[in-house]
């Protein structure tokens, strides 16, 4: 029975692939998906696009009406989120703590996961497993007792505190990532270099590490994102330190209270997004090929 | 399991197969060369390194933090008196507390199923959505949908949550501009976050709207990666689009929805950052407040770090159970036996 039915499907999938007929059920679930996915789309698009219109008005503005437009699209509210919030300053606290931490994560977890993964020595599993354990517990418990560690080692408060502190949280999922994929590279290649007289160190700079670019880009993406966001770090450890983007929006927000200056907050919100989205724009392609990467381990 | 496979691969006779990884080091070659300066440099940095620092910041406070659960320490008195687990039952005993667990709780089994069930939808659209001739294709222009969707991932969630703060602001939020501007002026100057009936709702409606687009990439990911014939059998044996998505594509991305489920429910145990920026003081009769927010402010304002690190222990203790029913659930339903993380 199935033979016969699938022979006519067979035949159309080999010799007219391009040019399925369209039934009027197919329409109707294309009709109904697009739909679907247009609503949601709107969803997520237009609180971003209403809050970047509102980032050029003024407060009153703001109160008048939710639609209007700006009577002037003029930048003095994100001149004043930048220099007068110090969203600037945190801009840049923000960009330096993050890419230091990625390097240094990305460098270690690399060397880390490296060694555990192609060498078996008493007590490797031990060490793996305790990796896993930090990824799974919350950070929220070690928070107390990290900041009287970072007290003690006159850390606290500073971006250098700070960025050891991220470089540790996101050694495990680093670490854990990227032992499946260079547990994956063949052997034979560590051999041939070694057989050609390089040392540990040169195999892994010059020929284990080139050869994980794929993963590598993949963890650095996904450790990038986590590590921007960032927030409980931050306001635990560094609570009276230069504050870093996600600390300063929070506190922009926490006086609004008083100050109302809504146009600013907006615009504050507006530069905290759109770099990273612009970013993302550009690289997504990479970006959802490491989505799945990172999830068929 | 794997250490103890490729063991027996590398060394291909059935003896070392059952010599377990952390066994002495004759039966690894690489272990007879004699210790170089090379080797011994390389592992101290490669392995000290990373690990000296995972362990300081990282598995060193943890472990500090169950001890200092256990004392009365307020943080700035030298001493600190082991009081046992009196710590634990002022918290089991304080209604506050208690109320911000009942709403973790709450979050725990609402997020995950809200936004799985919302993302596979949204994710079966775009991959099976196409054609039903011809080769299983997804919808057309539909990576339009899949980067847009991705958007709210990349924001950090303070901002996620104070634009929406804005958004629910009674008179001048966009909510209430668009149900006033459709003829619903009962919403006119409604308070979403100020009444304890909404204050809830609305906030895991920002972080359903955070993640919904992370987790579809994530399943178009996994559907994609289904062999295009299990498609076409079901098709030919006369399966419909919801038979098939039933049948076929959920059993087979199992694993991904149960990675899923726990990094929701992980995120549903703590959502400091959502509360925090949408109702700091944790909403109207504390109908927001969440354990991770009475952990913060009784550790860092009211300078209590032993009962701060209690609840951050019963906050891990929670994670924990949470972690094992999925798992033990997925299992007993007939779930894979190789668990990934």
Redesign the interface.
């Known amino acids: 029975m199935?033979t016969k039915?699938?022979t006519p499907?067979m035949k159309?999938?080999h010799f007219?692939?391009r040019t399925?007929?369209?039934?009027t059920?197919?329409k109707v679930?294309?009709a109904v998906?697009?739909t679907?996915?247009?609503i949601?789309?709107l969803?997520?698009?237009?609180?971003?696009l209403?809050?970047f219109m509102?980032s050029f008005k003024t407060s009153s503005e703001?109160?008048a009406?939710?639609?209007s437009l700006p009577a002037e699209w003029k930048l003095d509210n994100y001149v004043k989120a930048w220099s007068e919030a110090g969203i600037g300053s945190a801009f840049l606290n923000s960009v330096i703590v993050v890419a230091v931490a990625l390097v240094i994560v990305m460098v270690?977890?690399a060397?880390?996961a490296?060694?555990?993964a192609r060498?078996?020595?008493?007590?490797?599993?031990?060490?793996y497993y305790?990796?896993?354990?930090?990824?799974?517990?919350?950070?929220?418990?070690?928070?107390?007792?990290?900041?009287?560690?970072l007290k003690n080692m006159g850390l606290l408060n500073t971006l250098p505190g700070l960025i050891?502190?991220y470089?540790?949280?996101a050694?495990?999922f680093t670490?854990?990532f990227l032992f499946s994929f260079f547990?994956s590279l063949p052997?034979e290649i560590t051999e041939a270099a070694a057989l050609d007289g390089a040392?540990?160190?040169r195999t892994?700079f010059q020929v284990m590490l080139p050869m994980a670019k794929p993963g590598l880009a993949s963890v650095a993406i996904f450790n990038f994102?986590g590590l921007?966001?960032q927030?409980?770090i931050p306001?635990?450890i560094n609570?009276a330190g230069p504050r870093v983007?996600?600390q300063e929006?929070?506190a922009f927000?926490?006086q609004m209270g008083y100050a109302v200056d809504?146009g600013a907050?907006?615009a504050a919100?507006s530069v905290?997004?759109i770099p990273?989205?612009i970013v993302?724009?550009i690289f997504?392609r990479q970006?959802?090929g490491s989505?799945?990467q990172g999830?068929?381990? | 399991m794997?250490?103890v496979k490729?063991?027996q691969s590398?060394n291909g006779d059935g003896l070392a197969a059952v010599v377990p990884?952390?066994a002495p080091?004759q039966v690894?070659k690489?272990?007879r060369k004699p210790l170089?300066w090379?080797?011994v440099?390389?592992?101290a940095?490669?392995?000290g390194?990373?690990?000296a620092?995972?362990l300081?910041?990282?598995?060193?406070?943890?472990i500090?933090?169950f001890g200092?659960s256990l004392t009365d320490w307020s943080?700035f008195s030298p001493n600190q008196n082991f009081i046992g687990l009196e710590n634990y039952a002022k918290i089991f005993t304080d209604d506050i507390f208690m109320k911000a667990m009942g709403n973790n709780i709450l979050l725990v089994i609402f997020l995950p199923i809200i936004t799985i069930i919302?993302s596979l939808?949204?994710a079966s659209?775009?991959t099976v959505?196409?054609?039903?001739?011809?080769?299983i294709k997804g919808?057309?222009n539909?990576s339009?949908?899949?980067?847009?969707?991705?958007?709210?991932?990349?924001?950090?969630?303070?901002?996620i949550g104070?634009?929406?703060?804005?958004?629910y602001d009674p008179?001048?939020?966009?909510l209430?501009?668009i149900l006033t501007?459709v003829g619903l002026d009962q919403f006119k100057d409604f308070a979403w976050l100020g009444d304890k009936n909404t204050a809830m709702i609305a906030t895991m409606f920002v972080i359903v709207?955070g993640f919904?687009?992370?987790y579809m990439?994530?399943f178009v990911?996994?559907i994609?990666?289904i062999p295009a014939e299990l498609f076409?059998a079901a098709?030919?044996?006369g399966a419909g689009?919801f038979r098939t998505a039933v049948s076929i594509t959920i059993p087979l991305i199992r694993d991904?929805i149960q990675?899923a489920y726990i990094y929701m429910g992980?995120l549903a145990?703590?959502a400091?950052?959502y509360m925090?920026?949408l109702n700091?003081g944790g909403g109207p009769d504390n109908s927001t407040l969440v354990m991770?927010q009475q952990?913060?402010f009784t550790?860092?304002s009211k300078g209590q770090?032993g009962l701060?690190?209690a609840m951050?222990?019963v906050?891990?203790i929670a994670?924990?159970i949470f972690?094992g029913l999925v798992f033990a659930v997925n299992k007993l339903t007939g779930g894979d036996k190789d668990v990934?993380?």
Not at chain 2, 144 to 155: D, G, K, L, N
Not at chain 2, 162 to 167: D, L, V
């Open positions: 199935s039915v699938s499907e159309s999938l007219q692939p399925p007929a369209t039934s059920g197919d679930v294309g998906s697009h679907a996915l247009t949601w789309t969803i997520v698009i237009l609180p971003l209403w809050t509102s703001i109160f009406s939710p639609f270690l977890g060397m880390c490296y060694v555990l060498y078996t020595f008493p007590g490797s599993r031990a060490i305790l990796m896993l354990a930090g990824l799974t517990f919350p950070i929220f418990l070690a928070m107390v007792p990290l900041f009287f560690v050891l502190v470089v540790g949280f050694l495990p670490v854990f547990k052997h040392g540990e160190w892994f994102l921007w966001n927030f409980l306001v635990s609570a983007l996600s929006l929070a927000a926490g809504y907050l907006f919100v905290t997004v990273v989205l993302y724009v997504q970006l959802q989505v799945s999830t068929s381990k | 794997t250490s490729t063991q590398r990884a952390t080091p690894i690489r272990r170089t090379d080797k440099s390389f592992f940095v490669f392995l390194l990373p690990l620092i995972y300081l910041f990282v598995i060193w406070p943890f500090q933090a200092y943080g919302l939808v949204l659209l775009v959505g196409g054609s039903s001739k011809g080769q919808l057309r539909s339009f949908y899949r980067v847009v969707s991705f958007f709210p991932y990349t924001i950090p969630a303070i901002a104070i634009m929406w703060g804005q958004i008179s001048g939020g966009l209430n501009g501007g709207w919904v687009g992370f990439v994530l990911a996994g994609k990666g076409e098709r030919i044996d689009r991904n990675t992980i145990l703590d400091f950052v925090a920026a700091s991770a952990l913060f550790a860092f770090f701060a690190s951050g222990v906050l891990a994670t924990l972690s990934s993380l």
